[in-house]
Structure formats: C-alpha cells, structure tokens
C-alpha cells in the first residue's frame, strides 16, 4: 500500500543552520505531496504542496521539490530560526482521496 | 475565516466512562475527517465523510468507537466504553471538496482516559 518514510528525529540546529528534512514515498500512480506543520499544542497546518513532478512547492523560506525518480519530496530551508520549531509531517494524497503522513520529525531549533 | 473548530480541548475521564468530542468543519467544506495521533503510532485516520455520508471507516478501532454527521456543520466521534489505551490526541480536519487535496486541522482534543 501507499506509505511515506522520514527521516526519524529529534532533529537539533542552531539558529541560522541549513535544514533538510528527508521524505520517500510509495505510491500508485502520481500523488500529490505534502508538508504539514504541528507547532507545540497545535493542529497540523499546510506548509506547502507539490502535485507533479518536478514541481516545487514553497512557503515561509521553505522548499521541497517533487522528485519522482527518487520518489522524494525533501524539505529544505536555508536559515532556521528559533519560531520553526516544530514537528513536520510529509504526507501524501492517494488515489482513495486520503492523506497518508509519515511518522513526523520533531525540529528543535536553539538560538 | 474561523477554522475547524473542536471541542472540548481537553477531556480527563476514567474508565467505562463515554467520551463526546465535536467538531465543526470550516463553512463550505463537505468534507470530514477524524484522525487521532499517538506517539506510539503517530497520525491515524480513523474515518472521513463526504456530504455527510461516512466514506470510510477502515480505520475505526473497534465498536467502542463510532462517529456521526447530522448536517454539514457539525460531527461527533464517540468511545463507549472509554479504555486507557485511547488517551491520544483526536483532530478533526475539513476539505472543500472531495475534489480538493488540502485539508484544514482543527487544534485537536486532548484525550486522558484513566
């Protein structure tokens, strides 16, 4: 069945460090990926999407590019700041019209 | 835009006892989602709807559990009896249509079962 893998976490920078997070996938067909954000205490919110290949989708400073010869969809950001301290979920859409996320990978950003 | 909005944000209940939580989709949205998210097995969908019709609810644990929606703005997701292993944290989640991809999170309900 369709699944997504991350890279497993805690994952711990400083402030200003170069961020990727890696995301692989298997999937019928071409799905749509995602990364979703979980602050602390919070719902999981849209960061950003791509629905084919070689699509970039990018948002607040961050970028992943839909790589279907890899079957990854990496998140990258090139200066964390403390406020992105998160967990980040890649996920994504199958042919049932359903969001399969991988196991998230907590950020902890240190100033 | 006031978001998907769920209540109650927090429930601590004992055993055996019945456990409500609500949820309200985002004006317009017809479709549904209830997920629950546990450290030991991360996020879970549990069963969606669409127009209010249950779509799939392969992901339902067992008949303790069960979820309704009476009308386009309003859904509910019931354990009868509650048990310690469902503490997790339960979000609702709302799409436009079934034809769009993005869904919107609630802020989740907190669940402790003791």
């Known amino acids: 069945g369709d699944s997504v893998t991350q890279m497993e976490g805690p994952v711990t920078l400083s402030e200003e460090a170069f961020l990727t997070i890696n995301c692989t996938y298997t999937a019928t067909g071409y799905p749509s990926l995602f990364w979703y954000v979980q602050y602390p205490g919070e719902g999981l919110q849209l960061l950003l999407k791509?629905?084919?290949?070689?699509d970039k989708g990018s948002n607040k400073g961050f970028e992943a590019t839909y790589r279907k010869e890899t079957t990854s969809f990496h998140l990258e950001k090139g200066s964390v700041q403390v406020s992105d301290s998160a967990v980040y979920f890649c996920a994504l859409n199958n042919q049932g019209g359903k969001l399969i996320f991988g196991q998230g990978t907590e950020l902890s950003v240190k100033p | 835009d006031a978001g998907v909005i769920q209540s109650p944000r927090h429930e601590v209940t004992e055993m055996g006892q019945e456990v409500t939580l609500r949820c309200k989709p985002i004006s317009g949205h017809n479709s549904l989602f209830w997920y629950r998210q546990t450290m030991m097995r991360g996020l879970e969908l549990l069963i969606y709807f669409n127009n209010n019709v249950p779509i799939d609810d392969s992901g339902m644990p067992e008949d303790r559990f069960s979820a309704k929606m009476p009308n386009a703005s309003f859904s509910t997701l019931k354990i009868q009896p509650s048990e310690p292993r469902d503490s997790a944290v339960y979000f609702c989640?709302?799409?436009?249509?079934?034809?769009?991809?993005?869904?919107?999170f609630g802020p989740g309900t907190r669940l402790l079962v003791l």
């Open positions: 791509a629905t084919k290949a070689d």
């Open positions: 989640a709302s799409r436009e249509t079934a034809y769009q991809e993005t869904q919107y």
